[in-house]
Structures are given as C-alpha cells and as structure tokens.
C-alpha cells in the first residue's frame, strides 16, 4: 500500500511519532509534533511545534504521511 498525504486539519500524528512533513512552502522533511515545546500561537492560529531536519521550519506543517517499511536485512 502506498503511503498517501494527511492533511493536518482531518488528523495529527501521535506526539514524538516521526512521520514525513509537507510544509506550505513545498519543503519536505522528516519531523515530529513535540510536545515538549507546547503551543506556538501567531496571528490568532495556534500551531504544534514540530522537531524537524528544517530547524528554520518549525509551525508550517500541511500534511504528513507515515514513513515506509525499513527494509529487510540482508
């Protein structure tokens, strides 16, 4: 089955779950809702803080998907 977009207004990973993020501004990393940080409220929205590679984009997350399968050992 192959991994599809979440958006972030029909559901949320768990905290601490890495997953795959989609950014509004295109960038794709991987990250995870860090609960540790709370809240970021900016012009009226609050937003998760995420954990991400993308450490200059942390609020922006659109849509998330779950990572693949690692592989098999050889």
Known sequence: MRPTWISIDDKKPKPDQTV???FGDGTVSAGYIDPSYGKHESDGEI???WNTCQESNLFGVTHWMLL???PEAV
């Open 47 to 49: 937003w998760d803080v």
């Open 20 to 22: 795959i993020c989609y």
């Open 68 to 70: 693949p399968e690692p």
